[in-house]
């Protein structure tokens, strides 16, 4: 016996499917023509599918609002937009609005709202917001002081690969900080960053190899050649 039902649900999955992949291309030539600095074609693309509320390409349009490329930079259409997002869990619309409000563009600097937003954000897994938020729970200066905390901030966005991340981590292990000392691991971390151009790595990582054993190095070096081979 044919099942009307049935066949609804089967064309049903099918057109959610098959719109799934068409907003995903649509993105994706949006994406290709910002690659290639065609930032009017970008927003063109982006902006429809902004407007049928996909946060991907709202925080995108927010972002060239916020730049000005390809539109007339407005911070407040890059607030609306970024919210839009950051209100339905976008991790990166929660971070860059969070960033708006820490620094003060466009509106009054609002130190709880934007740890708030690091806070959802980095639950996501953001690194840029785990980052963030190892710093404020370093400097204790909006919430109470951390270094465990803010340890563990800065090794989830270590972990991924964030520059900045890796060297105050690598700090923390160095003097101790929120974690039990270890120059091994404080070496390991600042040769992952010096592999991304930090200079300040490379100086801290310099100035503690003179106060570490030949076999402590070989330690730390392998320690970075395991975890270059995982990743």
């Not at 803010?150 to 991924?160: F, N």
Request: net charge positive; aromatic share 12%; with cysteine.
């Amino acid at each position: 016996m044919f099942n009307i039902q049935k066949y609804y649900i089967c064309v049903t999955v099918v057109i959610i499917a098959f719109t799934s992949l068409s907003v995903k291309a649509d993105y994706e030539v949006g994406l290709t023509a910002y690659k290639n600095k065609n930032y009017s074609k970008a927003f063109k693309e982006w902006m429809p599918l902004a407007q049928s509320g996909n946060t991907d390409a709202q925080v995108s349009i927010g972002k060239l609002y916020f730049s000005g490329r390809g539109v007339q930079k407005s911070i407040g259409q890059a607030i609306i937009w970024y919210d839009l997002a950051a209100k339905k869990n976008n991790s990166t619309g929660q971070f860059l609005l969070g960033k708006i409000y820490s620094e003060g563009v466009g509106v009054p600097i609002d130190t709880d709202q934007a740890h708030k937003l690091y806070q959802r954000a980095a639950k996501q897994g953001h690194s840029e917001a785990q980052f963030h938020l190892g710093v404020i729970l370093f400097k204790g200066e909006i919430v109470e002081r951390n270094y465990e905390k803010a340890s563990q901030m800065y090794k989830s966005a270590a972990e991924q690969g964030l520059m900045v991340a890796q060297t105050n981590l690598a700090g923390m292990y160095a003097l101790g900080l929120g974690l039990d000392r270890d120059l091994v691991l404080a070496y390991s971390w600042f040769t992952m960053a010096i592999k991304q151009g930090s200079k300040r790595a490379q100086e801290n990582r310099d100035f503690m190899a003179d106060r570490m054993t030949e076999t402590q190095i070989k330690q730390a070096t392998l320690l970075v050649e395991n975890w270059t081979n995982q990743n």
